[in-house]
């Protein structure tokens, strides 16, 4: 009996290992990239540290229950979530625009600039088909819709954000890809030229075209699309043109390094925040909504799109929760808060466009 369920282990971790071997899952920094990668003051004792002390030392039982098998009735939504289909193709590029495609995913043209930031157009944010599947209603954009891509935006490689069905098939649509420092190992791995990726680490600054600059800065999270945690960087961006300021956030949880962004960088005239997937389990590293406003406030920002949430469950919360609770609390603080529908023309020069609280129905 002994041997039998010896064997049987033997064989699960077996199956598991040769699975972890499809593309889906990456590959691990190596060669000249990884020697980069030990030279960054941000790697210490063999993976990347946030600059914050950040506990994650949770249980992986429960983390796994939270994730994947939620008895929250109200984590998903019971109707279909609406949405609003843009043509991508016909937005003039003269126009200053967003439109978000629900959980982190979004298009931005900025100063005659498309930029597209951690698409996942698959209708799951995981490796394995059935798990985490999108909310019905979410996914209408396909790879087809979307137009030529100046530069896609990586903020970190975990499958909620860096997606190997969308990014491969987006390819020839993409002239470069900034990605944090280790990412781009991904991207290689995928058949992507290297001479396009363009890796950074935290506080270094990227000149793109029409005299606008990509600055990455810190972010209180992790990486990691396998069983070794923090082999490749997790970044924030500022982007910075002759008459804007954007704050492209990376998922993380609250901490001091947004002051030391906002001496550096503030006011925002935008910024994209994360809101939603936090948890008990991991207060560290997903701000809670309040949390999201008090970042909102330290940056200075004239208006702020929640993001992070409306089209995948992570956590246990209400799928709605994260929108009541940012609305309310910016509300109380007369901040401006975008709630978009999937797929709405958001118009960045505008701050008078008007948003319904579309979750309510």
């Not at 990347?48 to 796994?64: D, H, K, R, V």
């Not at 600054?205 to 005299?211: D, E, H, K, L, V």
């Not at 906002?262 to 991991?282: I, T």
């Amino acid at each position: 009996m002994a041997i039998t369920l010896i064997l049987i282990i033997i064989l699960i971790i077996a199956t598991a290992g040769f699975f972890m071997l499809k593309p889906q899952f990456g590959k691990q920094p190596s060669g000249e990239r990884m020697e980069k990668i030990r030279r960054s003051p941000n790697y210490i004792d063999g993976a990347f540290q946030n600059i914050i002390p950040t506990s994650f030392s949770i249980n992986f039982g429960e983390a796994l229950k939270e994730s994947l098998f939620n008895n929250n009735k109200q984590a998903k939504p019971s109707k279909e979530i609406p949405s609003v289909k843009t043509d991508l193709m016909a937005i003039p590029q003269n126009q200053n625009v967003f439109v978000w495609f629900g959980h982190s995913s979004y298009f931005l043209q900025i100063n005659g600039i498309r930029f597209l930031i951690d698409p996942v157009l698959s209708k799951n944010a995981s490796p394995v088909p059935f798990i985490n599947k999108a909310f019905k209603g979410t996914s209408i954009y396909t790879v087809e819709d979307i137009p030529h891509i100046d530069y896609l935006l990586i903020t970190h490689d975990h499958y909620d954000h860096l997606d190997y069905k969308t990014v491969t098939a987006l390819q020839p649509k993409i002239d470069k890809v900034i990605c944090p420092l280790g990412v781009g190992e991904h991207f290689e791995y995928w058949g992507f030229n290297k001479n396009i990726i363009i890796e950074k680490d935290w506080n270094q600054s990227i000149n793109i075209a029409n005299q606008c600059t990509i600055h990455t800065v810190t972010s209180r999270h992790f990486s990691g699309r396998g069983l070794k945690r923090n082999q490749t960087l997790w970044t924030s961006y500022v982007l910075q043109t002759p008459n804007l300021k954007i704050f492209i956030g990376c998922d993380g949880g609250y901490g001091s390094h947004f002051l030391d962004i906002a001496e550096q960088f503030a006011p925002f005239d935008l910024a994209f925040l994360e809101n939603g997937q936090y948890s008990r389990l991991w207060p560290n590293i997903h701000a809670y909504p309040e949390e999201t406003v008090k970042i909102a406030q330290e940056l200075r920002v004239k208006q702020v799109m929640p993001i992070h949430s409306a089209k995948f469950s992570i956590s246990s919360h209400d799928w709605d929760e994260p929108l009541k609770r940012i609305t309310e609390a910016g509300d109380s603080l007369n901040l401006r808060i975008l709630t978009p529908k999937i797929g709405e023309l958001v118009d960045v020069n505008d701050t008078t466009q008007v948003f319904s609280r579309w979750w309510e129905n």
